[in-house]
């Protein structure tokens, strides 16, 4: 066994890179994994599968004097959970002094976020207790999926203090397209410099998918290899069995579940209007979307066929599925979404995978997921944004359900092979020491 410490984000069954993380590391235990971030991925960390965290706070970052006011206990330096876990977390929780005050402070954000200041005025460097503690702790191996420039500029600045073997995992192309606003070019060409001089220290690059790895392979010069979100197909396995569908008495159900937003908004409101239209057919169908964006999808879809849901905890995703009788996954077509996700490979689409439920891809066939659904023949796709494209494979769907069985089981045989948490976090671990072991075979 091995001590990891873990750069930026953290332990949860909410968010991809957070299910991706817990599923990877769910074979060491959690007394040797560490994690160092900032207060809002702190407060998303699940402390049970990991209880040590140092908290990145005033010591490491810098913060403008104008928002100081506004921020009650920040802190920096080790998170000790208590047995109430939530009183612990609110304990941390950097919130606005008073409603008098919290206009102020999101004027404030949204400024200096419309005018791309957040790296000038929040970094975050290696402080003095940050390196004690790193000492104390003696970690054996460094695992980030960085994620943002301050996080490359912090695992680069922390590489120089310390030899520690670096692991980056890259979950999507955000090195070349992830930047915003009006100086999006010069803070795109900053992540992609940074990262630059961070790959000379990087000891193993990994990737979300097979596509992306080839190519930062060629990029970078280094040798890459893919992690994607393994799956406990025991949490599946008892809720998801296959059935059929009888459209007589039968609601047809679609589910969602997952972030909305940057890069699938459009398509899953496209999926909205498409129920719409095969209702007033005649057809009975719904449309459910789990998501933690749930009150801001409300105000947006208005459709008496769209459910939008508060997301269910993560032990219960296999249930939802179960009561599904086609599980959608849409990304977008506009041109910044398309260079975001060319090269993702979704981290629900594992999990999709072991449902046992058809599933219908609607993103352009350019993409990393498209090509993958493709070779391997698991899915009904929709590569287009057009409307009544969708209608009609959702109509073909609905009427002759049985045609989908052979995707269902292409996509399960290659999820039991390639995505079983079993296999893949062993794969995993025993990765990771192998880049400790040859680290220190080079000291040596």
């Not at 670096?166 to 070019?185: C, K, P, Q, Y």
């Not at 010069?186 to 961070?198: C, E, G, T, V």
């Not at 995703?317 to 849409?330: E, G, K, M, R, Y």
């Not at 594992?350 to 698991?378: D, G, Q």
């Amino acid at each position: 066994m091995f001590k990891v410490l873990v750069i930026g984000q953290p332990f949860n069954k909410v968010s991809g890179g957070g299910i991706t993380i817990s599923n990877l590391f769910s074979l060491l235990p959690n007394d040797l994994i560490f994690l160092a971030t900032n207060t809002h991925r702190a407060l998303k960390n699940d402390p049970e599968i990991c209880k040590n965290v140092y908290l990145l706070g005033p010591k490491e970052t810098k913060i403008p004097i104008i928002f100081r006011p506004f921020i009650r206990n920040f802190i920096s330096g080790k998170i000790f959970y208590t047995v109430d876990v939530n009183s612990s977390i609110l304990e941390i929780n950097p919130s606005i002094i008073s409603k008098k005050y919290s206009r102020i402070y999101r004027f404030l954000s949204w400024i200096v976020s419309k005018l791309d200041l957040n790296f000038l005025f929040f970094k975050i460097k290696p402080s003095k207790e940050f390196l004690r503690w790193v000492t104390e702790i003696k970690p054996d191996i460094i695992y980030t999926q960085l994620g943002h420039l301050e996080f490359i500029e912090f695992t680069r600045l922390l590489k120089l203090k310390i030899d520690t073997p670096l692991v980056v995992h890259i979950m999507d192309d955000w090195i070349e397209n992830s930047a915003t606003g009006i100086f999006r070019n010069f803070w795109q060409s900053k992540i992609k410099l940074s990262f630059l001089n961070l790959s000379n220290q990087i000891d193993l690059l990994m990737c979300i998918s097979d596509e992306m790895s080839a190519e930062y392979q060629k990029k970078y010069k280094k040798e890459v290899i893919s992690f994607h979100n393994p799956v406990d197909f025991n949490l599946f396995s008892n809720q998801c069995k296959p059935f059929s569908f009888n459209q007589e008495i039968d609601k047809f159900l679609i589910c969602y579940t997952g972030r909305v937003g940057f890069s699938n908004e459009n398509s899953i409101l496209r999926m909205s209007d498409a129920i719409e239209i095969l209702n007033k057919m005649g057809y009975n169908i719904s449309f459910r979307i789990f998501t933690r964006d749930y009150l801001l999808i409300r105000k947006i879809i208005k459709s008496q066929f769209t459910e939008v849901l508060e997301p269910v905890n993560h032990e219960k995703i296999a249930q939802v599925f179960a009561q599904s009788h086609l599980l959608f996954l849409p990304l977008d077509f506009d041109s910044d979404s398309l260079k975001f996700t060319r090269l993702s490979f979704p981290s629900k689409a594992s999990e999709y995978m072991v449902s046992k439920r058809p599933i219908l891809l609607n993103a352009h066939k350019s993409l990393a997921i498209t090509k993958h659904a493709i070779k391997f023949n698991w899915a009904t796709i929709v590569d287009n944004d057009r409307l009544q494209c969708l209608v009609d494979s959702v109509e073909m769907i609905f009427n002759n359900y049985s045609s989908t069985e052979h995707l269902v089981e292409n996509a399960y045989l290659f999820a039991e092979k390639n995505f079983n948490i079993n296999t893949v976090a062993s794969r995993f671990s025993k990765t990771l020491e192998q880049v400790i072991f040859k680290k220190n075979y080079v000291q040596q």
